[in-house]
């Protein structure tokens, strides 16, 4: 079974910075594409950023700057650096791979970015 954890959410005056991480097994990292994503209630989930296969590294045009994605392959954490945080960068995010059976999703971390 494929699991994903995901942590490091919190609240945070605008201009402030968090560090998302997400845990998974070595067979994730070997195989599988990783991003994050987020959602607002009653919104569709949004791509932030991704980590490809290839090392390439994809950002939403909104975080450019301001986020990076990062890995630590030996104690197979991806993260998520968020520096420069706004206010509409509230949401809960959500880590994800993306395999060849499929793409599996973390439980989510609320964001909360206070004006």
């Known amino acids: 079974q494929v699991q994903l954890q995901d942590s490091g959410g919190g609240s945070v005056p605008a201009g402030g910075s968090l560090k998302l991480s997400c845990v998974a097994s070595?067979?994730?990292?070997?195989?599988?594409?990783m991003g994050w994503y987020r959602q607002a209630p009653g919104k569709e989930r949004e791509f932030v950023s991704a980590?490809?296969?290839?090392?390439?590294?994809r950002y939403r045009d909104s975080v450019k700057g301001r986020f990076t994605i990062s890995l630590n392959y030996a104690k197979n954490i991806l993260f998520l650096q968020m520096n420069s945080l706004k206010t509409e960068d509230t949401d809960t995010y959500y880590c994800?791979?993306?395999?060849?059976?499929?793409?599996?999703w973390g439980q989510g971390t609320q964001v909360t970015v206070s004006s």
């Open positions: 994800s791979a993306y395999c060849n059976a499929g793409a599996y």
């Open positions: 070595r067979w994730i990292f070997d195989n599988c594409g």
């Open positions: 980590l490809d296969g290839d090392g390439r590294r």
